[in-house]
């Protein structure tokens, strides 16, 4: 008796405990880093944000690095809004998407992450595409 009692108060705290995460956005490294890599480029940081990406990025050099990341984004350097989408976890890293509004328009933002030999998680990729239709994140 005690021990299904015991196991049934685990259930409970363990099930009680799940619905009381935060979203996903706040608690999964890849996407707390996608996201504070984004908001190095929203505040113009692009020479401390290339330093933060793997190597791909770093191979541009700070001028292309600077102008890819600004034509991708038509010119608009902060959005007024940014949420969450999904982190989709890959053998060599993640990659992380973002609904994000850029003037009048809502946009995906998907960031490729990638694991370092030391294990660290850097950006390799940025693409900035159609906002999902099936979401109304920074709708207003």
Partial sequence: MKLHWLFSSLV????????????????????IRSRDWLQQLDRGEFEQALQASDERFVKRGIEKFTADIQKVRKGEAM???????????????????????????????????????GNVLHPSDYKVSGAPKDNKACNG
């Fill in 12 to 31: 409970l705290v363990a099930s009680g405990s799940a619905q009381a995460q935060p979203v996903t956005e706040a608690v999964d490294p890849a996407m």
């Fill in 79 to 117: 959005p007024s809004c940014r949420s969450g989408l999904y982190v989709e976890i890959l053998n060599d890293g993640a990659e992380t998407s973002f609904v994000a509004k850029y003037g009048d328009s809502r946009v995906t933002e998907k960031v490729t992450m990638k694991y370092d030999s």
